[in-house]
């Protein structure tokens, strides 16, 4: 089957025809109730987990004097393990099945968005690739979302792209997460009309600051407004949803 992944990259929409796609089957029926809570919060893991590690090779990958930089589904998928065992304190394979099967249906999506931009990665003379953590993540959650049933989204108040704002449930969590009494870092889940919906927070870290720091109003290397954060500000969350039975 031809599936086909719309995405943008600052101003210019693409569309990636995915040709019977490559990995595991998608999901044949909805996740199981059980599985919820956990299939939510890792999946989420592992998506910071691959933000953080775009974010870490971001001079990297905008260097205009190097052409093959190295930035291969592989070494991202290695860094991506070892990040996510530094944020949950566990190997995936210490993870149930269900919740390993699905992580690697992640992984497998962030492999194919690094796999697509490897000549725009790889090109000397540019600087600024537009491959930035946002980008991995919102490509990641499109795959994803072209295989499975699960759906993976960016949001935040304060929102560059349309796709990424919230809706009411995801305003609700924010609202939760912004609360000076709700424990940093700590991610929320609940049930609503048959999906199983999660929400990791993401705050600002050292990487962040260059297109969302200050000086606020200052235009960024992508031509956005920077917000003015400063290091540990909430930026944000990853909302994950899926059917369960």
């Given at each position: 089957?031809?599936?086909?992944?719309?995405?943008?990259?600052?101003?210019?929409?693409?569309?990636?025809?995915?040709?019977?796609?490559?990995?595991?089957?998608?999901?044949?029926?909805?996740?199981?109730?059980?599985?919820?809570?956990?299939?939510?919060?890792?999946?989420?893991?592992?998506?910071?987990?691959?933000?953080?590690?775009?974010?870490?090779?971001?001079?990297?990958?905008?260097?205009?004097?190097?052409?093959?930089?190295?930035?291969?589904?592989?070494?991202?998928?290695?860094?991506?393990?070892?990040?996510?065992?530094k944020i949950t304190g566990k190997d995936v394979?210490?993870?149930?099945?269900?919740?390993?099967?699905?992580?690697?249906?992640?992984?497998?999506?962030?492999?194919?968005?690094?796999?697509?931009?490897q000549d725009r990665i790889n090109k000397k003379?540019?600087?600024?690739?537009?491959?930035?953590?946002?980008?991995?993540?919102?490509?990641?959650?499109?795959?994803?979302?072209?295989?499975?049933?699960?759906?993976?989204?960016?949001?935040?108040?304060?929102?560059?792209?349309?796709?990424?704002?919230?809706?009411?449930?995801?305003?609700?969590?924010?609202?939760?997460?912004?609360?000076?009494?709700?424990?940093?870092?700590?991610?929320?889940?609940?049930?609503?009309?048959?999906?199983?919906?999660?929400?990791?927070?993401?705050?600002?870290?050292?990487?962040?600051?260059?297109?969302?720091?200050?000086?606020?109003?200052?235009?960024?290397?992508?031509?956005?407004?920077?917000?003015?954060?400063?290091?540990?500000?909430?930026?944000?969350?990853?909302?994950?949803?899926?059917?369960?039975?």
């Amino acid at each position: 089957m031809t599936r086909i992944v719309t995405t943008v990259f600052s101003g210019f929409l693409a569309s990636i025809i995915l040709f019977s796609m490559p990995g595991p089957s998608p999901f044949a029926s909805p996740l199981q109730k059980s599985d919820a809570q956990q299939i939510g919060e890792y999946t989420a893991a592992m998506i910071v987990a691959g933000r953080g590690v775009v974010a870490r090779n971001q001079d990297l990958i905008n260097d205009p004097s190097k052409g093959n930089k190295g930035f291969t589904p592989d070494f991202v998928q290695a860094a991506m393990l070892e990040n996510f065992k530094k944020i949950t304190g566990k190997d995936v394979s210490e993870l149930p099945p269900s919740v390993q099967s699905v992580l690697n249906q992640v992984m497998d999506a962030a492999r194919m968005s690094v796999q697509m931009n490897q000549d725009r990665i790889n090109k000397k003379g540019t600087a600024f690739k537009m491959y930035i953590p946002a980008v991995f993540g919102r490509e990641t959650g499109q795959i994803l979302k072209a295989r499975t049933d699960i759906n993976i989204k960016q949001t935040t108040f304060k929102y560059r792209n349309a796709y990424n704002q919230p809706d009411t449930f995801e305003k609700k969590v924010l609202e939760k997460f912004e609360a000076p009494d709700y424990p940093k870092g700590k991610g929320y889940g609940e049930f609503v009309n048959g999906l199983y919906r999660y929400m990791r927070p993401i705050y600002i870290k050292k990487a962040c600051l260059k297109c969302h720091g200050g000086p606020k109003g200052q235009k960024d290397i992508s031509g956005h407004v920077k917000e003015g954060y400063k290091i540990g500000d909430l930026r944000g969350a990853i909302s994950v949803s899926f059917p369960v039975h």
